[in-house]
């Protein structure tokens, strides 16, 4: 019979890997994966961290309407850490330890992927609510974070937090140059939609560079859809995106010089 002797450089190795950059020399802690959720409280020492609730699962979504929303027998799994002078925030693509700003905290946005290092005594929790959490903060209970491991923001953290609700839809639209008619002619049709067929198209034209950083844009023209679904298509052709579009919603686009008594 065959036997394998592990080397000590090889068992560091494949301990070291097994952590998925978290640095954890230490066997009396647990990690904790969520989000980094708005409603923190850096004056305070306290960072809202979100795992998962029964509204959006784990991702943290932006409530666009809680009025209409269902939220019955609503729950969640998040905690207010406490964020003390001992609290070392980790930089997991660097591994490099970072040192935030007084009363900041290191984050891109809202949903940006963090793990949480607390002691093993630590007993995870879900917090009932009537409302959605983002509007009962006072009812999550406080940790102590021991290590904070921030991942890097993506394309996808951003348009999972920002994506609508159902019969909803968001179109960024970047150019070169603002064309003020056919931004005209967009908020027609989007009028026109919501009065005929309750469908609700949100144009963002011309977004700022912080969204365009957070869309990861980088042609001088690009078309991003979003729906409930999340993402559905991005082309850096504007006639693609709306023939995209002109199918997920039954109508035709308006043309560039089009007269608006069409409507």
Same mark, same amino acid.
């Given at each position: 019979?065959?036997?394998?002797?592990?080397?000590?450089?090889?068992?560091?190795? #494949?301990?070291?890997?097994?952590?998925?950059?978290? +640095?954890?020399? @230490?066997?009396?802690?647990?990690?904790?994966?969520?989000?980094?959720?708005?409603?923190?409280?850096?004056?305070?020492?306290?960072?809202?961290?979100?795992?998962?609730?029964?509204?959006?699962?784990?991702?943290?979504?932006?409530?666009?309407?809680?009025?209409?929303?269902?939220?019955?027998?609503?729950?969640?799994?998040?905690?207010?850490? @406490?964020?003390?002078?001992?609290? !070392?925030?980790?930089?997991?693509?660097?591994?490099?330890?970072?040192?935030?700003?007084?009363?900041?905290?290191?984050?891109?946005?809202?949903?940006?992927?963090?793990?949480?290092?607390?002691?093993?005594?630590?007993?995870?929790?879900?917090?009932?609510?009537? !409302?959605?959490?983002?509007?009962?903060?006072?009812?999550?209970?406080?940790?102590?974070?021991?290590?904070?491991?921030? +991942?890097?923001?993506?394309?996808?953290?951003?348009?999972?937090?920002?994506?609508?609700?159902? @019969?909803?839809?968001?179109?960024?639209?970047?150019?070169?140059?603002?064309?003020?008619?056919?931004?005209?002619?967009?908020?027609? #049709?989007?009028?026109?939609?919501? @009065?005929?067929?309750?469908?609700?198209?949100?144009?963002?034209?011309?977004?700022?560079?912080?969204?365009?950083?957070?869309?990861?844009?980088?042609?001088?023209?690009?078309?991003?859809?979003?729906?409930?679904?999340?993402?559905?298509? !991005?082309?850096?052709?504007?006639?693609?995106? +709306?023939?995209?579009?002109?199918?997920?919603?039954?109508?035709?686009?308006?043309?560039?010089?089009?007269?608006?008594?069409?409507?």
């Amino acid at each position: 019979m065959k036997r394998f002797i592990l080397v000590p450089w090889l068992l560091m190795f #494949l301990t070291a890997g097994a952590c998925g950059g978290v +640095e954890n020399n @230490n066997e009396k802690v647990q990690v904790i994966e969520g989000r980094y959720a708005f409603g923190s409280y850096p004056e305070l020492g306290l960072l809202m961290f979100f795992v998962e609730d029964t509204f959006a699962g784990k991702d943290y979504t932006y409530l666009y309407n809680e009025r209409d929303t269902d939220l019955n027998a609503y729950k969640t799994e998040a905690y207010l850490l @406490n964020v003390t002078d001992e609290t !070392r925030f980790l930089d997991v693509a660097s591994g490099e330890e970072i040192h935030p700003a007084e009363v900041t905290y290191p984050f891109e946005y809202a949903n940006q992927r963090m793990k949480v290092e607390v002691g093993t005594e630590f007993e995870r929790k879900w917090t009932e609510a009537s !409302r959605h959490i983002s509007f009962q903060r006072a009812l999550l209970p406080i940790v102590e974070a021991e290590k904070i491991y921030i +991942e890097p923001y993506s394309s996808s953290d951003y348009i999972s937090f920002i994506k609508p609700e159902d @019969n909803r839809f968001i179109y960024y639209v970047k150019e070169e140059s603002y064309d003020e008619a056919y931004w005209r002619r967009l908020m027609l #049709l989007s009028e026109s939609l919501h @009065n005929d067929k309750d469908v609700y198209l949100d144009v963002r034209y011309m977004p700022n560079d912080q969204v365009i950083g957070y869309l990861e844009i980088d042609e001088p023209f690009e078309y991003v859809i979003v729906s409930s679904e999340g993402e559905l298509m !991005r082309s850096s052709d504007r006639e693609t995106a +709306e023939t995209f579009l002109e199918a997920e919603l039954g109508v035709k686009f308006p043309e560039e010089g089009a007269e608006n008594d069409q409507w």
